[in-house]
């Protein structure tokens, strides 16, 4: 967070503390919540009073599509990118309206196959849901060629930009979709903990007779906060060069494989190592002074474990890199891969089938349903498969967080 962020977000948690939550609420009231407003709505390129907080990007997503009046008649589209927190609410969604819920295929590059959706798009499909850049890869997807497609349709269009919005311009009018979340924290370098919906009065109006679930507030001094954090944000895009930069050290890095599908990439960058876990890449990376992530195939998961991947390490640049940065992370990864003693591994086994998306009968599995598969890999090259690679029956992890699932690989 930049330092005004961070002043902020320290100044209101103190407050709120000493002198309780009324005359937090009171500024909020009076001054905050019309400024975000404002704020939001010039970030999205969307009317003002059109954005909701909520506590986050996933919480919005569920509280607003879960409980769209769909029916057994209906089709929900999503795509081989959409996150894991997102498809459980789809899931959701289709087991309470016993509606279908189909992938759209990807073409041979990983671009979505746009004639595809231009080809099949029709009156009974209810829903699509599209990310515009997936947590597990750098893709940006097409939303705006998607939102052209949908846009003689009756379908709402759902659109999740958590890892877009503040690293690129996002504008919703452009997009056209009905409903468009995002995370005030990641590229907008805001708190966590609250993150903002906005929707169309088309969707507004939808959603109307069956109501929607009370929204829960996010803590207010993190509103403040977001406050501070749009007041600082800039438009300026991550440096072309950076991100050429960062590319370009992974690929000379020996025995790392970039994961980056299509053809238009972001500012982030996910690879993986043939011999070297991505945990230790990260730990070790980290013990240097360099900060990457380690993502998880199944918080992607009906595109990553299709590839064989099960961890990944994920790096990106922000507004605030420079080339000194791209130069200390080449260092640094240079040194690891030659230091660190690659673990004994057992081959990858060749993992099960699903239907292929896109389909006239195919729809998507249950997550349950993938655990602990084993079977022969599909040769398609235009639809990921949705079942973890080597990985055996997981074993729930008693302490920490509810629905964490702990997978013991091979």
């Known amino acids: 967070m930049p330092a005004a962020v961070r002043a902020t977000l320290t100044e209101w948690t103190r407050h709120d503390d000493r002198y309780g939550p009324y005359e937090l609420e009171e500024h909020l009231d009076d001054v905050v919540l019309d400024e975000i407003d404002e704020r939001l709505a010039a970030l999205l390129g969307t009317p003002a009073g059109d ?85 597990g890869c750098g893709i940006v997807n097409p939303v705006e060629d998607v939102g052209r497609i949908l846009a003689a349709h009756r379908c709402v269009y759902a659109v999740d930009a958590s890892y877009a919005v503040g690293q690129f311009p996002v504008d919703a009018a452009r997009i056209g979709c009905d409903l468009l979340t995002g995370d005030g924290w990641r590229f907008l370098r805001g708190p966590q903990s609250v993150g903002f919906a906005s929707t169309s009065p088309g969707f507004r109006k939808l959603l109307a007779p069956a109501g929607v679930d009370p929204v829960v507030p996010p803590p207010g001094a993190a509103v403040v906060a977001l406050n501070t954090a749009l007041a600082e944000h800039t438009e300026a895009l991550p440096d072309d060069d950076l991100v050429a930069g960062l590319r370009a050290t992974i690929e000379e890095a020996p025995g790392t494989e970039l994961i980056a599908p299509g053809r238009i990439q972001s500012g982030i960058l996910t690879f993986r190592h043939d011999e070297l876990p991505a945990a230790l890449v990260r730990r070790q990376l980290a013990a240097r002074g360099v900060v990457v992530w380690k993502t998880v195939a199944q918080e992607t998961p009906l595109y990553l474990p299709g590839l064989g991947v099960t961890t990944a390490v994920r790096a990106s640049v922000h507004h605030d890199n420079s080339p000194q940065d791209i130069t200390r992370f080449g260092d640094a990864l240079r040194e690891v891969l030659k230091h660190e003693r690659p673990r004994h591994q057992a081959p990858v086994p060749a993992h099960a089938p699903v239907p292929e998306p896109g389909s006239a009968h195919s729809t998507v599995t249950d997550l349950a349903q993938w655990r602990g598969r084993r ?9 990921p498969e949705a079942a973890a690679a080597g990985l055996r029956r997981p074993r729930q992890q008693r302490d920490g967080r509810p629905n964490l699932t702990l997978y013991r690989t091979r």
């Open 375 to 383: 079977g022969t890999k599909s040769g398609t090259d235009t639809a």
């Open 51 to 135: 954005t909701t907080l909520f506590t986050g990007a996933a919480d919005a997503y569920a509280t607003l599509l879960g409980r769209l009046p769909l029916g057994p008649g209906d089709r929900i589209w999503t795509t081989p990118y959409e996150g894991a927190a997102n498809l459980s609410t789809l899931y959701a969604l289709r087991d309470r309206t016993r509606c279908a819920l189909d992938v759209v295929p990807l073409r041979p590059d990983g671009d979505l196959d746009l004639e595809w959706m231009a080809t099949h798009i029709d009156d009974d499909v209810a829903l699509v849901s599209v990310t515009y850049v997936p947590a």
